[in-house]
């Protein structure tokens, strides 16, 4: 006769075999883990021959103020305008003194019709004192935009203009004193835009061409009291060349004018663009975690 099995224990019996395709694996309590996601490589940097004009709206305090200030200076056109009819008014000035002199070497053969002299004459005064209002227009447009560009300059370096507006304008409109100083605030201004290197050899150029202008047209303040033949003929020959040079340093201002604005200095801004949103990762997956209470399945 068997053995009767004790009670309360059963035999050894084989586990039950899952069906086929599916086995038995151990997993702890808790969530599932979260998939791990591979970052993918992201694209070429778009790269655009304009400025996009699309992108998320964005809202600073300070190119609000930048813009507002920049509106007060003059704008590109009225300084292209200005410096045009002050150049324009000093060649006109400098033939009409041309058709003078050679009205004078005519007068010492041949004596000229009273109405032919006084017309080449007082035409010469004409053109030269509608030069002078020309010069002293373009001359207060581009300290205007001078001051206007230093203050925003020095804005953008995070600091403020070291010198009174009132000295700015006095120290480039008094002659003499401007000769001096003007320059010296062009430089400052480039050095504050970090271009002092770009721009010295421009500056300096126009510098030296002023100063030769400047005394070319003091001689001929000087010698235009003189009232022998001789003496006027050389003051005309002397006032020419003070339109002449007058004209070359207008003509380098504006060349330095359009150094400053043909690349101006900005800070370098940023804009957000709409990018593709299989190419951003969440911050929980592009590293893991430590101390997760979620663990893997073992």
């Known amino acids: 006769m068997a053995a009767t099995p004790p009670i309360g224990r059963q035999p050894n019996r084989p586990a039950p075999r899952p069906p086929a395709g599916y086995r038995w694996i151990a997993v ?22 304009y400025t996009p004009r699309w992108g998320l709206n964005q809202e600073f305090a300070t190119p609000a103020v930048e813009s507002d200030r920049a509106q007060v200076g003059p704008s590109a056109k009225t300084v292209h305008a200005a410096s045009v009819v002050a150049m324009s008014a000093l060649g006109a ?9 050679i009205m004078l070497l005519i007068n010492r053969t ?5 109405w032919v002299a006084a017309a080449g004459t007082w035409l010469a005064v004409a053109a030269s004192v509608i030069a002078g209002f020309a010069v002293v227009a373009v001359a207060l447009v581009l300290i205007k935009w001078l001051i206007t560009r230093r203050a925003t300059a020095y804005e953008r370096a995070a ?5 009174p507006h009132w000295w700015l304008w006095l120290a480039s409109l008094l002659p003499v004193l401007n ?5 010296v605030f062009v430089m400052e201004l480039a050095a504050t835009e970090k271009r002092l290197g770009a721009l010295r050899r421009p500056i300096i150029t126009w ?4 100063t030769v202008a400047t005394l070319i047209a003091g001689w001929s303040i000087a010698t235009s009291f003189t009232s022998d033949p001789q003496g006027i003929a050389d003051n005309t020959i002397t006032t020419i060349l003070a339109y002449l040079a007058g004209m070359a340093a207008l003509r380098y201002v ?3 004018y359009l150094a400053f604005v043909g690349s101006t200095a900005e800070l370098p801004g940023r804009r957000w663009v709409v990018a593709d949103a299989t190419t951003q990762s969440a911050p929980d997956d592009a590293a893991p975690a430590e101390g997760n209470d979620e663990e893997p399945a073992a």
């Open 254 to 256: 504006h060349r330095v």
């Open 28 to 49: 702890r309590p808790g969530a599932a883990p979260r998939p791990k996601r591979h970052d993918q490589v992201p694209g070429p940097t778009p790269r655009y021959s």
């Open 207 to 210: 510098w030296v061409i002023w």
């Open 93 to 101: 000035a400098a033939f009409l003194h041309i058709v003078r002199y």
């Open 110 to 114: 041949i004596l000229l019709n009273p």
């Open 179 to 183: 000769l001096f100083w003007t320059p």
């Open 159 to 163: 600091g403020t203009e070291p010198r």
